[in-house]
């Protein structure tokens, strides 16, 4: 059975403290490998897409990368703004999104 | 990517009410439309597939005569929960796909509903 498990589901850090955030899957025929940023009441915002083992996306403090069993979100030098839940979401061959339960992130000032 | 317009924001009714969500596509025709459930401190889950001018796809375990799903033009569609009831209460998301499989989904910012 297709599954995404993010991990932890929640991380505190201190403002300037980096750390990653964990997706892992196991799906058939993966089509590309999602990362969206979801801030309370509201729906996901698009990050990242991953298609391929050993692929990199950058945008600002944050960076994707991708394995053939899990994703990481590397977020360096964090600040109170960042503060969000952090879901992952795979796409499978009949297009479906697969989505993790999501990491809520708290950074302190 | 797609700009998506979801409306009403949140909604409060009572138990038997018929609530009508819509999903807008702004800048970007979808052939597709899909609608998800959000459950606090859970993850999205897929309801339906929407299509324009056709049958929606419904996902194993969601009742598609409770959940009606409308997608009459390339711009909208909308989601119906008939006689709602307290367990109906959730978050509702739409997003639009772009029929290409290298372009991500994009969510409209959801329909809080409250059944009393």
């Known amino acids: 059975e297709d599954q995404v498990t993010q991990s932890p589901e929640a991380l505190r850090l201190q403002e300037g403290e980096s750390s990653s955030l964990n997706c892992s899957y196991t799906?058939?025929?993966?089509?590309?490998l999602f990362w969206y940023r979801q801030d309370p009441g509201k729906g996901p915002e698009f990050l990242f897409t991953?298609?391929?083992a050993g692929e990199e996306k950058e945008k600002e403090r944050l960076k994707a990368t991708l394995t053939k069993k899990e994703s990481f979100l590397h977020i360096t030098a964090p600040k109170p703004e960042d503060s969000a839940t952090y879901l992952c979401?795979?796409?499978?061959?009949?297009?479906?999104?697969?989505f993790g339960t999501g990491t809520r992130l708290q950074v302190f000032p | 990517g797609a700009v998506v317009s979801q409306h009403p924001s949140w909604v409060i009714c009572k138990s038997g009410t018929s609530v009508k969500i819509e999903c807008r596509s702004l800048?970007?025709?979808?052939?597709?439309m899909f609608w998800y459930r959000q459950f606090p401190k859970q993850s999205l889950m897929l309801m339906a597939t929407?299509?324009?001018?056709?049958?929606?796809?419904?996902e194993q375990g969601v009742e598609k005569d409770k959940f009606l799903i409308n997608h009459a033009s390339l711009t909208l569609s909308t989601l119906t929960v008939t006689s709602a009831h307290p367990e109906d209460s959730s978050f509702y998301i739409c997003?639009?796909?772009?029929?290409?499989?290298?372009?991500?989904?994009?969510f409209g910012d959801g329909t809080r509903l409250s059944i009393l």
């Open positions: 997003s639009v796909g772009t029929g290409m499989s290298n372009q991500p989904q994009h």
């Open positions: 799906v058939s025929g993966l089509r590309g």
């Open positions: 991953l298609y391929s």
């Open positions: 979401a795979v796409r499978e061959n009949t297009d479906k999104l697969i």
């Open positions: 800048d970007f025709q979808a052939t597709t």
């Open positions: 929407s299509n324009e001018g056709s049958k929606a796809t419904y």
